[in-house]
């Protein structure tokens, strides 16, 4: 379980394939993502994955051909959002966050308004049905409020400090994301239909 609160940005180093499973080593800053131990969950670009090993500032993962075929393709160099899993001790920003990813959605839109970024994210029609305006997304394990939703284009705002702490900032139109519907949104989708 995870708050959508991103504590550091990592990079790809290495992807080994194994079958049809993959062997992926990510770097990381020791000084924002700390006392990470093998075994551990950790959110990468909103995937709940666990380490197999930490090699001083490198953290390696196995990934499952399953998630691999949910996921937004992974490539050497690329900037991945990481969180570690969330303390109960401790206060919960953003809005908890499985690590489940439910869909790739793709970026149709980014418009500059002000200080901010407005980006316009195309899902499909049943997941859009998890999107009321005011709720919770995550895009990439980051915790987002849905400003409006059109069809199946949902809208986001994006802050500084949003772009300026997670990979967001690296993002262009048509590029996929990975998307996590809020689990409140889930459970009462599921219950109402029932």
């Known amino acids: 379980m995870f708050t959508g609160i991103i504590e550091s940005i990592g990079v790809v180093k290495s992807i080994e394939p194994k079958g049809e499973d993959i062997h992926i080593g990510i770097s ?32 390696k993962f196995d990934v499952s051909k399953e998630t691999l075929s949910r996921i937004s393709p992974l ?7 990481l969180e570690s899993s969330l303390r109960f001790n401790g206060k919960v920003s953003g809005h908890f966050v499985t690590g489940h990813i439910d869909e790739i959605g793709i970026i149709e839109s980014i418009q500059k308004k002000d200080l901010c970024e407005v980006w316009g994210v195309k899902v499909s029609k049943k997941l859009i049905k998890f999107m009321p305006e005011k709720g919770s997304v995550a895009i990439n394990g980051t915790s987002l409020t849905v400003n409006k939703v059109n069809k199946n ?11 300026n702490s997670t990979n967001l900032s690296s993002h262009q139109v048509g590029d996929s994301v990975n998307i996590e519907i809020d689990m409140i949104a ?4 599921n219950f109402c239909a029932k």
């Open 75 to 81: 490539k050497i160099s690329q900037e991945l959002n």
């Open 186 to 189: 889930r459970y009462l989708q």
């Open 153 to 163: 284009i949902f809208y986001i705002n994006l802050i500084p400090h949003t772009l």
């Open 28 to 59: 990381f800053n020791e000084q924002k993502l700390k006392d990470i131990h093998i075994g551990d969950s950790i959110s990468v670009n909103g995937i709940c994955l666990t380490v197999k090993e930490i090699n001083k500032d490198c953290l």
